[in-house]
């Protein structure tokens, strides 16, 4: 069965460091997002991606985020500076249809620890 | 906005006994109802939507608009059934997924 994979598993970086975070949603999907999950806390919405540009994003998403779909196949999320609060389990999901009903499929998640 | 509210973090019942996770939303409009399931170790997986009406894995969930509540239950917790619970929510557009904060379930042999 397809399944969204991202890599690396664990990221560890130095505050101020830029960060890219990969994704490979499942290949016949068309939309594809990135939540965050800070430790102890819940998971939440950063933005969405489609057709190759932004369709929602999130108070959380500001200036020092970006996302990219460089080919058929990645999806990533660039984090330019990093800042201590950035630390947190990082999901990319992918789903087939806008439709509001359809299932969203994430991926393991990046443990993304700032220093 | 919308919001969903898991009151209870943790929540250990005995194999056998009955489970009944709490969820209750706010949000104007009609949402779209969902459970995730995380097992130990295991990526975020869908376990079953209020529209589908259907039972997964012996869960089912009832959508009572007039509390806004979508409690998730069983009748006889398995072991195997131990892991985090999240209660979600879409409200239409590109489909944001708006998460609880989600009850961990402990079932005790």
């Known amino acids: 069965e397809p399944e969204v994979t991202q890599t690396p598993s664990h990221q560890v970086t130095q505050m101020g460091q830029e960060v890219i975070l990969r994704c490979v949603p499942i290949?016949?999907?068309?939309?594809f997002y990135w939540y965050r999950q800070i430790l102890g806390q819940k998971v939440e919405f950063l933005v969405s991606?489609?057709?190759?540009?932004?369709?929602?994003k999130s108070e959380i998403f500001d200036d020092q985020f970006s996302v990219e779909r460089p080919d058929g196949s990645n999806f990533t999320l660039k984090i330019r500076s990093t800042k201590l609060e950035d630390s947190a389990m990082y999901f990319c999901a992918s789903s087939t249809s806008r439709d509001r009903v359809h299932e969203q499929f994430f991926g393991p998640g990046t443990r993304l620890t700032v220093l | 906005a919308q919001r969903v509210t898991q009151p209870e973090k943790l929540l250990s019942v005995f194999k056998g006994a009955p489970v009944e996770l709490k969820c209750n939303y706010s949000?104007?409009?009609?949402?779209?109802l969902f459970w995730y399931v995380q097992y130990s170790r295991q990526r975020l997986q869908l376990l079953l939507r209020h529209i589908s009406r259907e039972s997964i894995k012996g869960f089912t969930a009832d959508l009572n608009k007039g509390e806004t509540s979508f409690h998730l239950k069983k009748p006889f917790a398995q072991e195997e059934d131990s892991a985090m619970y999240y209660c979600?929510?879409?409200?239409?557009?590109?489909?944001?997924?708006?998460f609880g904060t989600g009850t961990k379930l402990q079932v005790i042999p």
């Open positions: 991606f489609y057709n190759n540009e932004i369709s929602e």
């Open positions: 290949s016949n999907h068309l939309y």
């Open positions: 979600a929510l879409t409200t239409g557009g590109y489909q944001k997924v708006t």
């Open positions: 949000y104007s409009g009609s949402p779209e």
